[in-house]
């Protein structure tokens, strides 16, 4: 059966897809405000987003997966939910901007899913591939940004949190299996991802978001050289 979704009109799409992805504290808030001015600045329409949510059904489903459960959430149970709020979070509001012409600025996206519900959870790879493609037909970002930083550094930065949600509350061991599965997915395709060392001072993570930027803005403004 295959389902229609707005995603599957995205051929003709101007603008760009770019996710900032990575674990807990690397930064994603902080520098998703930088790169929002950054495109201001270059007077590139955008809108800025994030997952789970983005929608107001989307964000009530990660209302419940990130708050605390008395009942033990199954994996698989966890996966699916995160990709209704997906296929909502796609063809309510990304793909209608991307068809506008707009750039979509995201705060995690589907490496998200394969960093916690593959390598933290456990779930194969491959399912998750089979939702990807149920949901999101052909579309993909254009840019992931993933920010990665030691688990040392990372803890210390949520230490100022109030209070951890569901998933910031999971063992060390399984931060450590998100964040090198961030890794290997930037490494293995470095012509749509971009891996920033986020340990750094916040001056130089963004002076490296920043090249990656210029370069992605002066492809897309060349119309014989899109992305
Ligand atoms: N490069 C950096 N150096 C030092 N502190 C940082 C840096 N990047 C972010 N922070 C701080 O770390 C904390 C977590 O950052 P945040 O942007 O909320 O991370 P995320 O959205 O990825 O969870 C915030 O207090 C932020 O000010
Ligand atoms: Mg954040």
């Known amino acids: 059966m295959s389902v229609k979704n707005k995603v599957d009109e995205l051929k003709a799409r101007k603008g760009l897809f770019v996710v900032l992805?990575?674990?807990?504290?690397?930064?994603?808030?902080?520098?998703?405000?930088?790169?929002?001015?950054?495109?201001?600045?270059?007077?590139?329409?955008?809108?800025?987003?994030?997952?789970p949510g983005g929608t107001p059904f989307a964000e009530k489903i990660r209302q419940l997966v990130l708050s605390e459960s008395d009942e033990s959430i199954n994996a698989l149970s966890e996966l699916l939910l995160i990709f209704a709020a997906r296929a909502q979070h796609l063809n309510q509001k990304i793909s209608p901007a991307l068809l506008a012409g707009q750039w979509v600025l995201c705060d995690?996206?589907?490496?998200?899913?394969?960093?916690?519900?593959?390598?933290?959870?456990?779930?194969?790879?491959?399912?998750?591939?089979?939702?990807?493609?149920?949901?999101?037909?052909?579309?993909?970002?254009?840019?992931?940004?993933?920010?990665?930083?030691?688990?040392?550094?990372?803890?210390?930065?949520?230490?100022?949190?109030?209070?951890?949600?569901?998933?910031?509350?999971?063992?060390?061991?399984?931060?450590?299996?998100?964040?090198?599965?961030?890794?290997?997915?930037?490494?293995?395709?470095?012509?749509?991802?971009a891996l920033i060392d986020a340990s750094q001072p916040l001056g130089n993570v963004q002076a490296d978001i920043k090249k990656v930027l210029d370069d992605v803005i002066k492809k897309w403004r060349e119309p014989s050289d899109r992305l």
């Open 21 to 51: 992805d990575g674990g807990e504290g690397v930064g994603k808030s902080t520098n998703s405000e930088f790169i929002q001015q950054y495109l201001t600045s270059q007077s590139i329409d955008f809108i800025s987003t994030r997952e």
């Open 108 to 193: 995690r996206f589907t490496d998200a899913t394969y960093a916690y519900q593959g390598s933290g959870r456990g779930i194969d790879t491959s399912l998750i591939s089979e939702c990807e493609n149920l949901v999101q037909g052909q579309l993909r970002p254009d840019l992931t940004i993933i920010l990665d930083a030691p688990l040392s550094v990372t803890r210390k930065r949520l230490d100022e949190r109030e209070s951890l949600d569901r998933m910031e509350k999971e063992s060390l061991d399984f931060h450590e299996r998100v964040a090198s599965a961030y890794r290997e997915r930037a490494l293995a395709s470095p012509e749509t991802y």
